[in-house]
C-alpha cells in the first residue's frame, strides 16, 4: 500500500482547521523561539537550528 491510497479528500471545515492548528503551532514556535533568544536563555543561532531540523522532519512525514 502506498502513502496515497490511503489518504482521503479533506472537507472545507477539516481544512480550515488544519490550517488554524498549523498556523497557531507555527505562531507559538517562533514566539517561543524569539523569546527565549531575547531572555538570553538561548544563542540565535541555536534556535534556527531547531527551527530546521523541525521543519525538515515535519517536511519528511508529510511528503506523498
Do not use: Q
Not at 32 to 54: E, K, M, Q, S
Request: hydrophobic letters at 50%; a positive charge.
Amino acid at each position: 500500500w502506498s502513502r496515497r491510497s490511503r489518504k482521503r479528500s479533506r472537507s472545507g471545515l477539516e481544512l480550515g482547521a488544519a490550517v488554524l492548528v498549523t498556523a497557531a503551532a507555527i505562531l507559538l514556535a517562533t514566539t517561543t523561539g524569539f523569546l527565549r533568544v531575547a531572555a538570553g536563555r538561548h544563542y540565535p543561532t541555536d534556535v534556527l537550528a531547531g527551527a530546521l531540523i523541525g521543519i525538515l522532519i515535519a517536511w519528511g512525514r508529510t511528503r506523498p
